[in-house]
């Protein structure tokens, strides 16, 4: 640094220097000081005290930003279920039935079966080391930042730990994701330490690399590729002097790791996440970009300006830095790659979560160009980086509100409410997704129980003619249920047909349907039906066959011999006609008649864009009849328009397939779509 920019962030006048080196004179006058090198150590002292005080402000931002309305944070569905594993005698059923069988390394499991065994099960007690374990993470970035590259990348990499989501989140969450990624840093600190840092001596580098790497290890699988992938690079920096030392830490490292292989190798076979999660798409890594900052126009906006200034204002180290430049975007995609072939290829598991790892380093590598800048550009760029995070988090992400609410804690505070404004639990029926375990946290938490029938969604399959039975079998006045299938809620709307009240956040939605109409019920907002005006009629595509076309208005009969496999003609619509907000909900119902037993028409749900289809879904007639000829099937699916901007000639079929080629008879169809719950995705989608 030039000694010009040194008093510039130092702010020492020259009259204060020039009085502290005449004392030194007189005090060591054989030390041979000169004025440029005192000066230097001068002004360098104060700007670490500036940069350290910057990051102390951070840091407490960090904390406020996450212990925000502590005591209401509540479990999401992981943690729950982390807990239900940890009531066990011994450490071996904790091992083998606790931890084996949850897909990750069993490191966090066993902590929190001591933790909880020592401190509690609440909240407030379970999240507080993850949260510290966020905050920490921030100040280790700081620190590996400012020792690759300088103070300013580091100041401006830790300011966006602080108030982006996906920090914020997964530090209040006690999984292996935050502790994972503090770990990762603590090795990566350590592992720069001792092949780069020349000043100190290697030994506790090399023991603080060896312990946090196996930490790595047993957290989770993508933190222990991690290790893998920090210790290789490690290779192409050896020298003469330390390779048999690195070579010892690696095969320490091994040993640390060997009584989890056989573990290692069990969840390797398990399906795990890849029974519910999808193959990511190419654009993926778009989508999480998007993601990291919020989906956040301003939050762009400030990367790229950075980016920018960055670019203008270059470090003069840029070739010595190149290194750990090449080294962060390295280590960001190779994680990534991984993940994504090994979805397509092998398994899906490639979340958002499995990146967090290597987060930091990617924040690094953006902002690794600029140069070390002066104090007064540092706070105020903390303080913009701070300020449009944080506010993009509270108004944009509206972290709070929908972070706040999750959904098993507020399906059994809904149905405690919705049960004290009935007044009367005997007049109500009320079937929820709220495994057991949960369930019985909250009721101790909050003192209070219900009966309820349980709907098994971890290991039953929709049975609609079951349920429809349960339905038709229920004498009470209403009917209360959160989280059932999609079909299940419309079943339960024809022998309950109002909403008397109605709650939805992320991943959840509750209900609470009456017989009776009152002044209060709530009225869905309807988008297009097929049975209202002519205007709504419109936008069903031109239909040149009568019956068909009256048929699909709700208004006719329509026969299908044995010789047709489809209708002559499907019902098309434009969905850009038919949908409006983020989340749409289309619910489809057609009575069937077939006298043969053996018939089983399917309605069909065909979304496409000309020739491509988009997405296809079919309800089958067996799963609706019982006893009659005449059945009414059932087709629900959820449409999230953002999935569908990069189509532009998006359409909407709907049919029946005859597919076992009998004589059907098609009557009293009916098409509605509905705004569906905002927040449904709103953690990981735009809001």
């Known amino acids: 640094m030039h000694l010009k920019e040194s008093f510039e962030i130092s702010k020492l006048n020259k009259k204060y220097l020039d009085s502290l080196y005449q004392f030194l004179i007189q005090i060591c006058p054989k030390a041979n000081l000169n004025y440029r090198m005192v000066t230097e150590i001068l002004t360098n002292i104060q700007m670490k005290k500036n940069d350290d005080i910057i990051l102390y402000f951070i840091l407490i931002v960090a904390t406020i930003l996450r212990f925000w309305n502590f005591s209401n944070i509540p479990f999401t569905a992981d943690e729950l279920s982390a807990l239900s594993r940890t009531h066990f005698d011994t450490f071996q059923d904790l091992i083998n039935k606790g931890a084996r069988i949850d897909g990750h390394p069993v490191g966090i499991q066993v902590f929190l079966f001591y933790w909880v065994k020592l401190f509690g099960n609440t909240e407030l007690i379970v999240k507080l080391p993850f949260i510290a374990f966020g905050i920490l993470s921030i100040y280790f970035s700081y620190r590996i930042a400012k020792f690759w590259f300088n103070s300013t990348t580091g100041l401006i990499t830790a300011a966006f730990m602080t108030g982006l989501q996906y920090m914020v989140m997964y530090s209040q969450i006690a999984r292996p994701y935050i502790s994972g990624m503090f770990f990762s840093l603590l090795m990566v600190w350590f592992w720069s330490n001792y092949l780069f840092n020349t000043k100190t001596k290697k030994k506790k580098w090399w023991f603080g690399y060896v312990i946090s790497s196996a930490f790595c290890a047993y957290d989770h699988h993508f933190a222990l590729l991690f290790a893998a992938t920090v210790g290789m690079t490690g290779l192409f920096f050896l020298n003469k002097k330390n390779w048999k030392a690195y070579i010892l830490a690696g095969a320490s490292i091994f040993i640390l790791y060997l009584p989890h292989l056989n573990i290692f190798f069990y969840q390797l076979n398990m399906s795990g996440v890849g029974e519910w999660l999808g193959k990511p798409n190419p654009d993926w890594i778009i989508s999480y970009i998007k993601y990291i900052f919020h989906f956040s126009y ?106 706040y609410k999750q959904p098993f804690e507020q399906l059994v505070i809904n149905t405690f409410k919705t049960i004290n404004q009935i007044g009367d639990i005997n007049k109500c029926t009320i079937e929820l997704f709220v495994p ?89 907002k309807i988008v297009f039906s097929n049975k209202n005006s002519d205007d709504q009629k419109n936008k069903i595509l031109a239909i040149n066959d009568s019956a068909m076309k009256m048929f699909y208005f709700g208004k006719g009969t329509c026969s299908v011999d044995s010789n047709n496999e489809y209708c002559s003609v499907p019902m098309n619509i434009k969905l850009r006609d038919i949908i409006s907000g983020s989340y749409n909900l289309v619910n489809v119902s057609a009575c069937i008649t077939a006298k043969d037993t053996a018939a089983n028409p399917v309605l069909v749900f065909d979304l496409h864009n000309g020739e491509q289809s988009i997405k296809w879904a079919g309800s089958d007639y067996k799963n609706y009849r019982n006893n009659k000829d005449s059945n009414t099937v059932i087709l629900s699916q959820m449409i999230f328009k953002n999935d569908l901007l990069q189509y532009t000639d998006a359409t909407l079929g709907i049919y029946i397939w005859n597919r076992c080629k009998n004589n059907i008879i098609l009557n009293d169809f009916s098409i509605e779509v509905t705004e569906y719950n905002p927040y449904v995705y709103g953690l990981f989608e735009p809001l």
């Open 436 to 524: 057991p375990p949960s369930r019985d946290y909250y009721f101790k938490k909050y003192n209070e129980k219900f009966n309820y029938i349980y709907y098994n969604y971890y290991d039953k399959k929709p049975d609609p003619k079951k349920f429809n039975e349960l339905v038709s079998s229920q004498t009470t006045d209403y009917f209360i249920c959160g989280n059932l299938p999609l079909e299940y809620v419309q079943i339960i709307r024809k022998s309950y047909p109002y909403i008397k009240c109605k709650d939805e956040g992320f991943t959840y939605s509750f209900y609470c349907f009456s017989r009776k109409k009152s002044d209060d019920l709530i009225h869905e």
């Open 298 to 403: 301003w939050v762009y906006g400030l990367v790229i300006i950075l980016i920018l200034i960055s670019l203008i204002k270059q470090s003069d180290k840029l070739l010595q830095k190149q290194k750990f430049r090449v080294i962060a975007i390295s280590w960001f995609f190779i994680q990534f790659l991984i993940g994504y072939f090994y979805s397509i290829k092998i398994n899906p598991v490639l979340q958002y979560s499995t990146l967090i790892f290597v987060f930091p380093f990617l924040l690094m590598f953006l902002f690794s160009l600029i140069k070390e800048m002066d104090a007064r550009f540092k706070i105020i760029i903390t303080v913009i980086i701070l300020s449009c995070t944080s506010c993009s988090l509270i108004f944009e992400r509206k972290h709070y509100k929908v972070f």
